[in-house]
């Protein structure tokens, strides 16, 4: 099994940086993880691929330093079971509501007597029948990160009680969530998002776990870690190549080069519709 690189620094109360990738390419999975970012995100809650395809994206990142942090759908314990069973170093449970909730997710990712986690053995996390079980459970169980998002106002409201939850060591704000279920889509600064954050920092701070949560500049970063946060998201490869490609317009659009945008025709439109919806 692999050790937690994202523990090991948090430990030591020192910042993890975790990036996202959304495209199945086991290159970029390869790239990111000999580049030595702490973790990759990988994300089963809203992309479409099998625990298949994910197991060989995890196999190529095993060439280098990275963790993969697996985040499955809301109530997918037996599918979170599989993602650990293939190698992931930790998950990230979305749309956590209640202190309950929490203990089902640790309940499932922890052997017992922890947790109540079934044993195989015969993939990549034991691995392959090769290892000891006694003391591969025992590291197992200190090692597999247990990643609580926070991402509605319920779960704001109960934040102190799930923090507590023995076996959580993190709180995960998930801001696009909460911000459009508290009625201010993706505006990060409303003064309830500042709240919000200084409110799952204290509950963290005061149960002995760690927090973090999705920043886009460093400059924003700054602020987080001086909040305490350690557990930082940052990037995306869809992101990335989006901006280039925009970078790429925007450079040759002088020399004469035009662009049949289908983006910029479906914004417009969108935005038409906006208004008209508006006046009804």
């Known amino acids: 099994m692999r050790f937690s690189r994202i523990k090991a ?32 995100w990988m994300d089963l809650e809203h992309h479409h691929y099998s625990v298949e395809t994910a197991a060989n994206l995890m196999r190529a990142a095993r060439v280098g330093a990275s963790d993969i942090v697996a985040r499955p759908a809301k109530g997918e314990y037996m599918r979170m079971a599989r993602l650990l069973e293939a190698g992931a170093q930790g998950i990230m449970y979305p749309r956590c509501e209640s202190a309950a909730e929490a203990a089902d997710v640790v309940k499932w990712m922890k052997f017992a007597p922890m947790g109540e986690r079934g044993l195989d053995a015969a993939n990549a996390d034991a691995p392959y029948c090769c290892m000891p079980v006694k003391p591969y459970l025992k590291i197992a169980n200190e090692e597999t990160l247990v990643i609580i998002q926070i991402e509605s106002p319920r779960a704001v409201e109960n934040v102190e009680a799930i ?15 909460l911000s459009v279920l508290a009625g201010m889509p993706f505006d990060f600064e409303n003064p309830y998002m500042v709240k919000a954050r200084e409110r799952v920092a204290a509950a963290a701070k005061a149960a002995g776990i760690h927090w973090g949560t999705v920043s886009g500049t ?21 992101l990335m190549v989006k901006q280039g490609l925009e970078q790429i317009q925007k450079n040759y659009a002088p020399l ?12 417009a439109d969108l935005e038409k519709a906006e208004s008209y919806y508006a006046k009804k």
């Open 9 to 40: 620094k948090l430990r030591k109360n020192e910042p993890a940086l975790i990036t996202t990738l959304h495209y199945t390419d086991g290159t970029l999975y390869e790239m990111t993880s000999l580049m030595g970012f702490d973790g990759i």
């Open 218 to 238: 460093p400059e924003h970063t700054k602020k987080l870690l001086d909040m305490g946060a350690r557990f930082i998201c940052h990037g995306a490869d869809i």
């Open 163 to 177: 923090a507590k939850v023995p076996g959580v060591d993190i709180l995960m704000i998930g801001p696009g969530d």
């Open 256 to 267: 004469g080069f035009t662009f049949d945008n289908r983006i910029a025709t479906m914004t």
